[in-house]
């Protein structure tokens, strides 16, 4: 237990956030923030609904992991610490003069090593979560993977939400329906970090976050350095969901009757939509297959 | 004490809902998701946000409730095996082969037993929250029938709500306004348990219990199979409207020019509908007077 | 310690709220509400969503801070004298026979009278919050602000919310993003109070009290009488705007590149409108300057 691996992985695991990795943490969310069209007209209308937006943009998934876990929300600003840091951040990128942040940031390699150092403190907040909703619910597994996740990748659904009460937001189903790939890493990883929490995973887990924290830095980086959207889960995807709903393909003639049964019940115009949807999600279920 | 009604009452009252009674609220909320348009596309192109919903579906009103006690909403996910039991039935109602499970539930027989026992769940939520907020506040009867009133028929809040959040439902005000039946016979039934459970009615728990279960379970098959929508409570609020509010008819005219005036502080386009709602309101009560 | 000052000021601010300025509070409320097109005849036709309005009217901040600080937003609802009094009040309000209520309140006098008493709980609200929240953080002072600004103006907030949900209000970017004057009077409340809470304000609480409670009802009464809606605090907020931000003006072009490059993020539509607010915000502040 003494070998040099060990002791890297558990000083790794034992590296504190609080000032450089969460700064970049910070900076990144504050630096998307302000990519927003409107961002910076807002904050120079109405400085305090920019800070507060800011704000939710950093500490979006600890404010969500604490109301599902009936927590104060506000308990994000008792730690003034981190408020006053995040604070300034957003205070020098937004009013810095002749923007020298945002230029300093538009140059690829400040964006990889913020970005990285970001992905890092998701692990953090993972297992935090994790090892939290463990403390309320000894056995409740669903509920450190749900808590994990909200800590780790919640800060959308906040935004969103919070763009939806400011009007700014018009939702639509499929924006909804469609989980980002921050969202579908942070849920594999809040999975894998509450099996190994339960022992289900025999592996210790400083080991665990090393290597999950390095899968994290090494896709995001290649997909920043690439500029590629597509998912490394495609294939895993497919092969999960063709696994779990696609045997019944087969039966297309039953399922497009039930599709049709059930389309009964709406109005045309909501109805036609999701059966085209349905029809080519079919459809390109039967192309992969081929 | 030990007339055969009370014993029969007794041991009603103490029937377990879990297994069966439980089964078939989560088949009658599954199959209501399922009814709604593009659902079934919804499930085939994001099985999760399926999954999500249905199990808003079949937990909303326990989660409205701790919401409004300030528990933690993901409470309801502890109970593994209610989960893993409402997920296996979402799972086999939208993704059964040739869909068995829609198309048995499409007989009247099933739909008729599965909303009974739907109904008698029903009666122990709205009995379990009055006497969990009672644990709360020992005099709080507001509160108590708040909270039977949010378990017994909050699930539609919540939907209403998650529909908002995703842009799939467009409120309107008078969606809001009129109450649906399920929600006015959960009301009166929360009234009716506070008020025992404040012994201000003087008849025990499980004859209580056992008769509003009957007029639950008769008033909705009744309803089910004349395929009517009109609640049986029209006299009874008709005449509660009348006394407390109706006296006023007499002062029409002076209502009126309230109305008048309350009219001139929004644009005109906003408050052309509401005196016209209000005056077939007046309208319709003259008619139901004469 | 004894002066005339000092015994006059402790009386004050040992005064009960309960009786008289809760009922001022709920009196100015329910009007409010009442105001709004279309209210009456949704009390004529749903008189419980009415008096749900009503109640979020009039407890709406205590909400709000129960929500922050995870306390059962029920827990209005457990107050039963408060919640029959301000029923009382939505009754006679909404139902009294030839509308006497309101005509009672549209003289002057009256709107005066009520006005400052509501202003007066104000002060009390906020000293509670801030109190409360003390309780729960000993040294996070921006909680404190927080609750206390929420418990002191947080209806609007939750009124806002409610119409939101119920489609009443189509919310707009600018109507979130501007103050009211009720929001920037409290949110200087609670920062007066916190300070002087957390001993950086050389003042005894109970002058600090008075010295508010007067300052918030004269310049009320102020702006009533006067019929004016400019705040007070526009030199104040005018310095410290330019203090904080201002001195970038000289900046101007740099300022603008930063703009057009946040713009080029967004869709042409959505961005135009914010560019055009940023400039003419710019050109404001010239103006201004000049």
Same mark, same amino acid.
């Given at each position: 237990m003494d070998s040099p691996w060990d002791e890297l992985t558990l000083a790794f695991s034992r590296t504190?956030? =609080?000032p450089f990795f969460d700064i970049a943490h910070y900076l990144v969310s504050v630096m998307a923030l302000k990519r927003q069209p409107g961002a910076v007209a807002v904050a120079w209308k109405n400085p305090l609904s920019s800070w507060f937006t800011a704000m939710l943009h950093c500490f979006g998934g600890g404010i969500l992991s604490c109301v599902l876990l009936a927590e104060p929300p506000l308990r994000f600003l008792a730690n003034n610490t981190n408020i006053l840091l995040a604070s300034s951040i957003w205070y020098i990128t937004f009013f810095c003069p002749c923007d020298l942040v945002s230029q300093g940031y538009s140059f690829l390699p400040v964006q990889l090593l913020a970005a990285g150092m970001k992905e890092v403190t998701r692990t953090w907040k993972i297992v935090g979560g994790v090892t939290h909703a463990n403390t309320y619910y000894k056995n409740g597994w669903i509920v450190m993977i749900a808590v994990g996740w909200a800590r780790g990748a919640g800060g959308s659904i906040i935004t969103n939400f919070e763009q939806l009460v400011k009007g700014g937001w018009k939702p639509e189903a499929n924006e909804w329906l469609k989980m980002s790939y921050p969202a579908k890493v942070t849920l594999l990883g809040s999975v894998i970090f509450t099996f190994q929490h339960t022992k289900?995973?025999?592996?210790?887990r400083h080991n665990l976050m090393f290597l999950y924290t390095m899968f994290l830095v090494a896709t995001k980086i290649t997909m920043m350095i690439t500029e590629?959207?597509?998912?490394? =889960?495609a294939l895993f995807e497919d092969a999960l969901s063709r696994m779990l709903f696609g045997w019944q393909q087969q039966f297309t003639p039953c399922e497009k009757k039930s599709e049709t049964k059930s389309s009964f019940n709406g109005t045309g115009s909501s109805t036609s939509k999701p059966i085209a949807v349905a029809s080519d999600t079919v459809k390109k279920k039967h192309t992969k297959k081929t």
């Open positions: 504190s956030m =609080f289900h995973l025999a592996v210790s590629t959207a597509t998912v490394p =889960f």
